[in-house]
């Protein structure tokens, strides 16, 4: 155990795997569309473990630094395998950016060997009345809708990248433990790129195990961090002043922006008054190919 901010920070860590990413690059005809399309492209998609991928928002982007000159926001989707990310990319880029108002949809990692053919497949859609064409050097399929024509680009980098950096919040009730949180988040979303926070908010208030105690699941609720569990568990991980836990989770395209991203949320994190202890969710490193230890990136 040491301390930051005056908060008590167990000497654990963070276990993290890796999972294959794309990067998309939503622009409209104002930020509202660009942020409505990206907000549903990245919905149902806080853990792999019950939804079909993993993805969040990363950051806007200024029509100064987009292909076409209008606003843009940059989103992040995950999955374990190169041909479920594939699908899940053109289902989501079909069903929630093709169908939005002014929307187009470019590579956001176009400088990754890997390649899949996203636009090229989204263009059956035109049932024949699609044109392949060349926009800023991109190759780009354009695609009749009612409102005019929807612009994919025809083929989507994706990379090997790194999911589940998180931290533990531990507060005094879930106000101060929330608020905590809310800074967390904010601070990281702020400060630091190529990063997404896939869970509602940013914020996890259901922490999982794998497996179960009694069915056959999965994974099922970490009950040793549960508060209202501490009487019952023998061994729970809940303080006696601890009423509330919060989980930060944390993806990135690289393990460096990871840890940037848990220094600043937990920095923000322990300036908030009811803060007990920040800690790490692990499987004492027994599953994840990598680890991010709380001591060497905070002291």
Same mark, same amino acid.
């Given at each position: 155990?040491?301390?930051?901010? @005056? ?31 990206? @907000? ?35 989103? &992040? ?8 990310? +594939?699908? &899940? ?40 009345? &699609? ?28 990379? +090997? ?29 702020? +400060? ?44 729970? &991980? ?28 937990? @920095? ?32």
């Amino acid at each position: 155990m040491f301390r930051l901010n @005056n908060v008590d920070i167990d000497d654990t860590f963070a276990e993290l795997f890796e999972m294959w990413a794309g990067r998309i690059l939503i622009t409209a005809e104002n930020e509202k569309w660009a942020l409505t399309a990206a @907000n549903v492209s990245t919905g149902f998609a806080s853990s792999i473990i019950g939804s079909p991928s993993e993805a969040g928002i990363e950051t806007f982007v200024s029509p100064n630094e987009t292909l076409d000159s209008r606003p843009g926001v940059l989103i &992040q989707i995950y999955h374990q395998t190169r041909e479920a990310l +594939k699908k &899940q990319m053109i289902s989501r880029i079909g069903q929630c950016v093709m169908t939005c108002p002014t929307t187009a949809a470019f590579d956001g990692l176009p400088s990754a060997a890997r390649k899949i053919k996203v636009g090229r497949s989204l263009r059956l859609f035109g049932d024949g009345f &699609q044109k392949k064409d060349e926009f800023r050097g991109r190759n780009i399929w354009r695609i009749p809708v009612m409102e005019g024509e929807f612009i994919v680009e025809s083929t989507f980098g994706v990379a +090997k990248a790194v999911a589940g950096g998180n931290f533990l919040i531990f507060a005094e009730d879930f106000r101060h433990g929330l608020k905590a949180a809310e800074d967390a988040v904010d601070s990281i979303r702020k +400060k630091v790129k190529y990063v997404i926070l896939p869970f509602p908010g940013g914020i996890c208030r259901s922490g999982s195990k794998v497996g179960s105690l009694k069915y056959k699941l999965p994974a099922s609720t970490n009950h040793p961090f549960c508060p209202t569990l501490k009487e019952r568990v023998s061994y729970t &991980q809940v303080p006696e002043n601890v009423k509330s836990i919060y989980e930060i989770v944390i993806n990135g395209l690289d393990l460096e922006s990871i840890k940037r991203a848990m220094v600043e949320g937990i @920095n923000a994190a322990t300036k908030v008054q009811g803060v007990v202890k920040i800690s790490a969710g692990n499987y004492g490193g027994k599953i994840g190919q990598m680890k991010i230890h709380l001591r060497e990136i905070l002291i």
